[in-house]
Each structure stands twice: as structure tokens, then as C-alpha cells.
């Protein structure tokens, strides 16, 4: 049987993968502060947006009337 030569990396940057992993399955899947919550939280940021708008555009409109 052929022997196959392994080399890893040393443990520092093994662990140092290991952080960036674990650091972005929570960015994707925590609901609390990953992508859910980003975009729960530009929901929120188009519906301001949204309002304030249309609130200048009813102001100025009165205004011409």
C-alpha cells in the first residue's frame, strides 16, 4: 500500500480557520445577528425611509395648494 504524505497547517492558523468559520456560520444563521436580522433590519430602514418621503411629499403638496 502507497503511503500519502499529510501536511496541515500549524495549529495557530488551523485555529485562526476554525475562528473565521465558526465566526461566519453565526453571520448566516443566527437570527439575532446574522443575515435574518440584516434583513429584518432594512425592512425597517425602507419603511422609514418610505414614510418620511411621503410625509415631505403631502407637506410640499399642501403647501402648493
Known sequence: MAEIELSFPPLEIQEKIADILFAFEKLCNDLVEGIPAEIEMRKKQLDY?????????????????
Do not use: G, N, P, V
Open 49 to 65: 425611509y418610505y414614510h418620511l418621503i411621503f410625509s415631505k411629499i403631502a407637506h410640499f403638496s399642501k403647501q402648493l395648494a
